[in-house]
């Protein structure tokens, strides 16, 4: 658990890890899934389309976690809990710098004509 | 999602993959945390100590999400949600086959003598 990002938890959040983000549902139930994972520097970013059950769950009650493991040594952990902002704006240059990052094409490849992207920021609390 | 592990879901939990496993904590916010995983064939199988965050909220409210990812493949991907139940008999036992599965050695070293380990067994729902 961190409040602040340290420069060793920003450099894990620049790698091309997998981060899971748990939510919670409607009913109260958790729900968790990976995601690609990016940062500022002062808050923990990734990115989703309005209307999976993600976004919906954060819509309704912004409360996330999210954990960061490190493949290659699952002993380099970050967990963030926070609340969710959602950025609208750069929401499709980000999943394409995303898709840079893990990928390593210029677009990324799963882009809905009729899906809205949206960044969600997190500010470790 | 899945409400029955498939031959490949069991492969995967088989491996020294991390596990990352949602609850939710006594004010409505989401809490996740990696583990180490196992399965029995049927279910998601996972050790804690009693009295550890993850164990509190699940005794309070036993609903879990769990999310495994290959660390070597992001596309290869478990999610399963279900109910947890505790096994006292064998946890011991269990946290000392998972140190030998993802350590090598053949007894936990994290155990402490003042810690009662315990089984998370979930089914997929």
């Known amino acids: 658990m961190t409040n602040k990002l340290s420069p060793q938890d ?7 890890q997998i981060a ?5 549902m409607a009913d109260g139930t958790p729900q968790v899934t990976p995601v690609w ?4 520097g002062e808050n923990v970013l990734f ?8 976004h919906r769950n954060l819509v309704r009650n912004p409360k996330v976690a999210i954990s960061v493991v490190d493949k290659a040594d699952p002993y ?8 969710a902002e959602f950025v ?3 929401a499709d240059a980000h999943i394409d ?7 390593g094409v210029d677009s990324y490849p799963g882009h809905k004509a009729d899906e809205q992207r949206v960044i969600v920021k997190v500010t470790p609390e």
């Open 10 to 16: 920003v450099e894990l959040l620049k790698e091309p």
């Open 20 to 24: 899971n983000v748990a939510t919670v």
């Open 37 to 40: 994972i990016d940062t500022d």
């Open 47 to 54: 990115n989703t389309a309005k209307g999976r059950v993600k």
């Open 76 to 83: 380099r952990i970050l967990i963030v809990r926070g609340t």
């Open 88 to 90: 609208d704006d750069g």
């Open 97 to 103: 710098a995303l898709a840079k990052k893990y990928l």
